[in-house]
């Protein structure tokens, strides 16, 4: 296979769970996105024998490794030496480099500790990447098998030497390699994943060679097309956005958003663009969708208030939902959210409201409204929906499905009402 | 090597980085947590010779293999049918299985898609683990040469499956596994990583056979303690339980909780305990601060409400913030902070109020206040704290950090105020 890596993470506090190897995922992206592809990764702890094997077992297989971690100064960084003895090289001191990592600590105002001596200790014949963020160089070693290349564990030391010179290195080791991989993205929502993969079979099969991934969230389904480098740009541009368009044509009813927008971006740029205001009313998602929508910079151009009315007595007496109203159908009914909706835009004068009630669980539920139940209404000038789901999963997934619902339901109010 | 399992985890998603591997530290941490040690994790992409080497190759290295993802129910979804061959199974329909998925789809009001009977296909003599949060079943394989378990991936499934059956069913493979890793953690806001090192320096270094491990995160510093199971348990626990103690007490001013207790619990416990309500009122926190609140079952028992007054004009309608207020100190402000507190306490009749008003970015700052200028008002009865912070980050952590330091300022008058 031409252009493929594979990536070796070394340190046992990834294997124990202590840290979340989040590396992995930025190099996949970055690799990918320079038409080098991330076939594999290994995940061994600091023991000597595991990263010769998973470091030989993958030169071995794909002839170009990237390790990350272990290049540290203390007794448990064994990443070099074990590497070095894969390809046969002494370590031998680099007076320039022991230059640099002294004058690291010297800036802080400290004499370098003896152990980081190591740190410039490098396999004969290494190409040396320096670090603009710390004190454990890159490293790449080749021979007829192919590279391996050592960085160190820290995120943004990854991040600084990949994109300072190592991307560049490794570029130039695969000449042939393909175009970057490109994405569209069409996301879903409120339509279960087999449901959807039935109703474009047909789209899907005639893709080929673009691929299209499922990729299922508590808010939905995003169907994922890719283009893998193997055909000119202009042409995986346009069989991306053909297909984009087939798949989003077919799921209209479901669909909310594409690419890198999400459900809040939608809805936000409907109202900037219309300039209406905002505002909610939130029991169940208790601040979820005021959270969702305050995450984004720019929401004070159309949020003008949430009120999160988690107690009935709040309902009342900041909404005004009618205590006949909680009595006769319970604050977890239709009739509530249409109050509640009605309540927070007469407190607000915004033109569009959200309210959301209903059991988040895990306690609540009852036979008639089992844990789940959510009544969502979605306000819009004159005209209101308001809707009932059955939401399936932890407390925590049934809220940000009835938040994505409640937005999906004005999103369909705003487009409806498109001028 | 004991006790020891390797995790395979499928998904071209994962390789691309589209998806982080949150699965792997969370099974790394349960498994440890029950003395079995991930010695290895693998990940590949969906590809049939790909998932059957890394399996076959960890089956035989160690015999004991957790595989996560590619039991959907889509052709890109090969984990069951290449780790059946591998044991030189058939796969089988399971007819209970197939009830259960169909009555999945069911209890939603929807028919089961053709697609979904392959998720009730099971390899011929396979222990099956159901799956109470989705289709997926879990599976295990046996054979001389050790077992094999697949699990789905999405998280909480992976959770739902290994917590109610899978672990059992593990832990009885391992009679002989070493005592489990125990941890105690003491967590502290309010304190930089390096000032707080400098303070417990003398208990650090007569720690052992303890570690000790700093996780800053952007709500706090969490101190890690760690026992390895190399002494018996009791004494463990006895050490662990000193040790956690002697931080505590040392860094008391910026304790907020221990183990796995957060700041909502912390404020929660003291609210409950006390019979006391609570009310918020959010500007730049935009609803987190009662996201994170009712995130945790219970929160009706103390929180009565919380308003997200967004714009200045929500200020004076919900709160009832003075306008002279607002155009002589500005939104961001004490003077505002301490107005909007007692707004919301008014409009709820609640005993205990929290408000938060400041600049999150990346605009909105200015040379007085800049990006991070949070200010905060706490209120418990009679008592009012105000508070002004200077927060570094990105949007997303100012805001962490405002709800952190605003449940902290409030968590600080319910401990002085401890009857």
Redesign the interface.
């Known amino acids: 296979m031409k252009s493929a890596v594979e990536i070796v993470a070394i340190g046992h506090e990834?294997?124990?769970?202590?840290?979340?190897?989040?590396n992995?995922?930025?190099?996949?992206?970055?690799l990918?996105g320079a038409g080098i592809?991330?076939?594999?990764?290994?995940?061994?702890?600091d023991v000597a024998g595991?990263i010769h094997e998973?470091v030989r077992?993958a030169l071995e297989r794909t002839g170009a490794v990237l390790c990350t971690g272990g290049l540290g100064p203390t007794r448990d960084d064994l990443t070099k030496p074990v590497v070095a003895a894969l390809f046969g090289r002494e370590l031998v001191l680099d007076e320039a480099l022991l230059e640099r990592v002294r004058e690291r600590f010297t800036r802080r105002g400290i004499e370098m500790p003896a152990s980081n001596r190591s740190q410039a200790e490098v396999p004969a014949g290494a190409t040396v990447f320096p670090n603009p963020r710390g004190t454990a160089s890159g490293l790449a070693l080749e021979d007829g098998r192919g590279f391996v290349v050592l960085l160190p564990g820290v995120p943004s030391e990854v991040h600084a030497l990949l994109d300072g010179s190592v991307l560049e290195w490794l570029v130039r080791r695969f000449p042939d390699r393909a175009g970057p991989?490109l994405h569209r993205q069409v996301r879903t929502t409120g339509i279960?994943?087999?449901?959807l993969?039935?109703r474009i079979d047909d789209i899907t099969t005639s893709l080929a060679p673009l691929t299209l991934?499922?990729?299922?969230h508590?808010s939905g389904v995003d169907l994922?097309l890719t283009a893998w480098g193997d055909m000119p740009e202009a042409e995986a541009r346009s069989r991306l956005d053909a297909a984009a368009d087939a798949l989003a044509g077919r799921l209209a009813r479901w669909v909310y958003a594409r690419d890198d927008q999400d459900m809040v971006d939608a809805v936000a740029a409907h109202l900037t663009a219309r300039g209406l205001r905002l505002a909610?009313a939130?029991s169940?998602?208790?601040?979820?969708?005021?959270?969702r929508?305050?995450?984004r910079?720019g929401?004070?151009d159309f949020?003008?208030?949430?009120?999160?009315?988690?107690?009935n007595?709040?309902k009342t007496?900041?909404l005004g939902v009618r205590p006949e109203t909680l009595a006769a159908h319970g604050a977890v009914s239709g009739e509530t959210a249409r109050e509640m909706v009605e309540g927070v835009r007469r407190?607000?004068g915004a033109a569009a409201g959200i309210a959301v009630t209903g059991i988040?669980?895990?306690?609540g539920g009852s036979e008639e409204k089992p844990v789940g139940t959510v009544w969502v209404a979605a306000a819009l000038g004159e005209r209101m929906e308001v809707a009932r789901y059955?939401l399936?999963?932890?407390?925590?997934?049934i809220?940000e499905r009835a938040a994505q619902a409640a937005l999906a339901l004005l999103l369909r109010l705003l487009r409806e009402s498109e001028p």
């Not at 294997?15 to 979340?20: K, M, P, S």
């Not at 992995?24 to 970055?30: E, K, P, Q, S, V």
């Not at 592809?37 to 702890?45: K, L, P, S």
């Open positions: 990834l294997l124990l769970g202590e840290t979340v190897n989040t992995a995922a930025w190099l996949g992206r970055r990918a592809r991330v076939v594999r990764r290994a995940v061994v702890g595991d998973a077992d991989l279960a994943e087999s449901i993969a039935e991934a499922f990729l299922p508590a994922r909610l939130e169940c998602t208790g601040g979820l969708i005021a959270k929508i305050t995450d910079p929401a004070s949020l003008v208030a949430g009120i999160v009315s988690y107690a007595e709040a007496a900041l407190a607000t988040a669980g895990p306690d059955q399936l999963g932890d407390r925590s997934e809220r």
